[in-house]
């Protein structure tokens, strides 16, 4: 067995655990973080706003009519009557009449549009509201998925830990010391492979005699290239 052979298994498993602690981290922030529940429960806080305002307005609207339709009944009642005589009281009572048809008209217009405004007001809190309880819906498996993923992790990583432990007895400090250096400058990758006579991180091409040091169990080969121990199995 060549004498870079546990710093590969090493490599490996540092590798692994690195890739699960990354998914974990991410798993973590999408399970903290819930930007989609919070924009929907917004949507529906302004749907339900707005629904709030324009039923308002109607009511408002629906008051002031109501309250000229009194004033002119009472005006129509006092000009037929025949109680009021005087032509000039008659005239000022026919004016205000139609001055009071005129504004109906006008206010009835207002609570049509409003009417629809309305409609429309119930029909977009309806629809915040299943949009809402869809997206809920969705939070909830996803989280689901995501809880077990992170105990599927958990238990990967417990595992790699065992394993790594129990490798590390097997390395020496020395040559642990020298891993540890070049996972730190060399992007994450200490050991390279040699494959084809070649390097496989940097690519070039060993000497047969490098490669003969790369196999050996007494004695560690780095790349002349990357500076990468060499392991060939
Ligand atoms: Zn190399």
Do not use: W
């Not at 029909?123 to 996803?142: D, G, Y």
């Not at 540890?180 to 070039?204: F, H, P, R, W, Y």
């Amino acid at each position: 067995m060549s004498l870079s052979f546990h710093l590969y298994q090493l490599q490996k498993l540092d590798s692994q655990v690195r890739q699960a602690a990354h998914r974990m981290a991410e798993i973590n922030l999408l399970l903290t973080q819930n930007e989609l529940l919070l924009q929907a429960q917004k949507y529906l806080d302004d749907a339900s706003e707005a629904q709030k305002n324009v039923r308002g307005k109607l009511r408002e609207i629906e008051i002031s009519a109501h309250n000229k339709r009194i004033k002119m009944e009472q005006s129509e009642a006092a000009l037929y009557g025949g109680m009021v005589k005087n032509p000039k009281e008659l005239q000022d009572l026919q004016t205000e009449i139609a001055s009071l048809k005129k504004t109906i008209g006008q206010i009835e217009d207002t609570q049509l549009e409003l009417m629809v405004a309305a409609e429309e007001s119930d029909q977009n809190f309806r629809e915040a509201e299943a949009h809402l309880n869809t997206v809920k819906t969705e939070h909830a498996s996803k989280n689901s998925n995501l809880t077990g993923e992170i105990k599927t992790l958990r238990s990967l990583l417990d595992r790699l830990d065992v394993e790594r432990k129990a490798l590390l007895s097997q390395i020496n400090p020395t040559l642990l010391e020298s891993y540890d250096q070049l996972i730190a400058a060399k992007n994450g990758l200490a050991v390279a492979a040699v494959d084809e006579d070649c390097c496989t991180a940097c690519g070039s091409t060993l000497t047969a005699a490098e490669i003969q040091s790369a196999r050996s169990a007494t004695r560690l080969v780095n790349c002349p290239t990357c500076g990468r121990i060499l392991y060939a199995g």
